[in-house]
C-alpha cells in the first residue's frame, strides 16, 4: 500500500481541468453580473491569480516527480493546495469553486490512506453545511440548496470510490510487477539449474558407462584372465584342463563381444526388451564348469519390473560371480532370485574360504579397488535397492540384495548397508 500512497497524481491533467473550469464559472458569472454584484476586473484579476498557483503546482509536481510523488512531498502539497481551495471559495462568487474540495479527499487516499480520506469527505461536508445554514437557517427547505448538498455528497464519494479503484489498480499492478520480477528470476535461476541438471546428468552418464564397462567387459576379461591363468598352469600336467581353460576363456571372449554389441546397441534402442530369467540363465551356462557348479533357481514372474531394476540385478550377479572366481576358489555357488508382488529378491551363496569383513574398511579408500561394490551400490539407490553381505573366513560368502518392483510407489531405504566381496 506504501507505493500507492505515493502516487498522489493518478490522473496528471483532471485537476487542471477543474482549475480552468472554476475560473471560467467564476468569471462568466461576475462578467454577466449573475453574482448581484458589480463587475470588479480587480476580484476577477485576483481569482485568476489565485487558481494559477495551483496550476502552476500541478505542471511542477508533474515535471518533477511524474506520477510518483514521494508521501511527504503529497502531503505538504495537500495541504498548500487546502490553503489555496480556501482563498479561491472567498473570491469565487460563482459557487462552483465548492468543487475543489472533492479534490482533497481523492488526493489524501493515496498520501495518507481510506481513513484519512474519509475523515476529510466528513470535514468539507460539515464545512458545506456550515455554510449552508449560515446563509439560511432554513437551507433544508430549499430544494436548489439542497440539491447541491445532495450533489457534492455524491461527488465526494465518487471521488473516494475512484480513488480506490485506482489504488487497487496500482496496488494489482505492483503486483504484477512483482510476479514479474519474480517470474524473470524464477526464469534465470531455472535455466541456471537446467546447467547444472545437464551438467549431472552428463556425469551420472559417465558414471553409468563406467558401471557398465566394469560389469559386462570387465566381468568377462576377469573371466578370460582367470581361464588363460588356468590354462598356463596346467598346460604341462594336465594339457585336457589347459585345453578346456583355453575354450572357456575364447567363450568367454565371445560372450564379452556379444555384450558389447548388446550394449551399443540399447544406446540406440533405449526401449529395448530385456530379459532377466533369459540372461542370467545363459550366464551361468557360461560360467558353469567341472570346477565351479552354478545352481540357478528362479521363482515367480519377472513382468511388471522396470528394465532399470531387472538390469541392476543382472548386473549384481555378474558382480558376484566375477568376485567368486577371483577370490573365493569356490566349487559350488547357489543363485536363487525371487519375484513378489512388491521386490525382488537375490541371494548368491558360496561354498569359498570366505573372509572377514573388516577388511572392505581398508579398502574404502582405494577407489580401483572397489570400484565394483561402488558401482553396485550406485545401481541399486537408482532403484531404491539394498544389499547386504554376510561372510566369515572358511565359511563362505552369503549376498543379498532386494530391488523394489515399482521404486516410485514403495518406500525402499536407499541409504543401505553396502558390503561386497
Known sequence: MQASRATARPFPWVFSLVYLGVLFAGAYYDVTGLCGQVFVPARLASLAAVLLLPLTLEQFERWRYGLRTPQRVAVFLLIVRMVLFEIVVAFD??????????????????????????????????????????????????QEWVSDLLI?????????????????????RLRAETLLADLDLSHQQ???????VAGLAAAEERNRMARDIHDSLGHYLTVINVQLEKALAFRERNPQDAEQAIWDAKRSAKQALQDVRQSV????????VFSLTA???ELAQNMSNK??????????????????????????????????????????????????????????????????LTILDHLSANRQERFGLQGLHERLELVGGSVKVESRPNHGTHL?????????????ATGSVVDST
Not at 480520506?117 to 446563509?135: K, V
Not at 531455472?190 to 547444472?196: A, D, F, P, R, S
Not at 570346477?291 to 532399470?308: A, N, P, R, T, Y
Request: glycine residues 6%; proline residues 2%.
Open 152 to 172: 457534492f455528497a455524491i461527488g465526494l464519494m465518487f471521488a473516494i470510490s475512484m480513488a480506490k479503484v485506482v489504488s487497487d489498480e496500482a496496488v494489482s
Open 291 to 356: 570346477h565351479l557348479v552354478i545352481d540357478l533357481q528362479i521363482v515367480g514372474d519377472e513382468f511388471g519390473f522396470s528394465k532399470l531394476g531387472l538390469m541392476s540385478l543382472y548386473r549384481a550377479v555378474q558382480e558376484g560371480l566375477t568376485n567368486i572366481q577371483k577370490h573365493a576358489e569356490a566349487s559350488h555357488v547357489k543363485l536363487r532370485i525371487v519375484f513378489d508382488e512388491q521386490e525382488a529378491c537375490l541371494y548368491i551363496e558360496d561354498d569359498g574360504h570366505g573372509f572377514d
Open 400 to 412: 543379498f540384495i532386494t530391488v523394489p518392483k515399482n521404486p516410485l510407489t514403495l518406500e525402499h
Open 190 to 196: 531455472l535455466k541456471k539449474y537446467t546447467e547444472q
Open 279 to 281: 540372461n542370467l540363465t
Open 93 to 142: 462568487c460563482s459557487g462552483f469553486s465548492k468543487f475543489l474540495y472533492l479534490i482533497v479527499p481523492f488526493i489524501a487516499y493515496f498520501c495518507l490512506g481510506k481513513a484519512a480520506s474519509y475523515t476529510l469527505a466528513a470535514f468539507y461536508s460539515s464545512i458545506f453545511i456550515t455554510r449552508l445554514w449560515s446563509f439560511n437557517p432554513t437551507w433544508y427547505l430549499n
Open 265 to 272: 546397441g540399447a544406446l540406440r534402442y533405449a526401449d529395448e
